[in-house]
């Protein structure tokens, strides 16, 4: 899996704190497990796909799959955290997590993406700008020079 680029410090210049959370290590979830090895290993290493939050907290991967995504996020200055509002609309989240597989059904990696509920969201009003990070700029030029080729 390539490595990311580093991600700059980041300086908050508002009254919101949020407390670091201590990391998880693999030390640390055997010793929580039971002392069937089957437990210790189900807690190192998923095969499904949790349903929520609760269930992917649970294990060292899907915590370093999070861990990946929010620092994604913030490398890209995804959105900016701003003090609360009385008359803000606040948006929650959801985490969908997947199981990138190679061609012999082996597992490569684990995903997690945080999206957001945006569905009673107004443009102009709760956002100004879109973010989808699914898009490359190697496709724009390919649809530009396919439009091109036929006037």
Request: with cysteine; charged share 20%; aromatic share 10%.
């Amino acid at each position: 899996m390539p490595s990311s680029p580093a991600s700059p410090p980041l300086l908050s210049r508002h009254p919101i704190v949020l407390r670091s959370r201590q990391p998880k290590t693999t030390a640390n979830m055997v010793s929580s497990a039971t002392a069937n090895t089957a437990a210790t290993q189900i807690l190192l290493s998923p095969s499904s796909k949790p349903v929520a939050f609760s269930d992917a907290d649970k294990y060292v991967a899907w915590h370093d799959a999070m861990c990946d995504e929010i620092k994604a996020l913030r490398y890209n200055h995804t959105w900016s955290l701003v003090p609360f509002h009385p008359s803000m609309n606040v948006v929650g989240s959801r985490w969908v997590y997947r199981i990138k597989r190679r061609v012999d059904d082996s597992i490569d990696h684990y995903k997690a993406r945080l999206v957001a509920r945006g569905f009673t969201q107004q443009e102009g009003i709760d956002y100004s700008e879109t973010f989808s990070p699914v898009i490359k700029q190697v496709t724009v030029r390919l649809v530009f020079l396919i439009a091109v080729s036929y006037n």
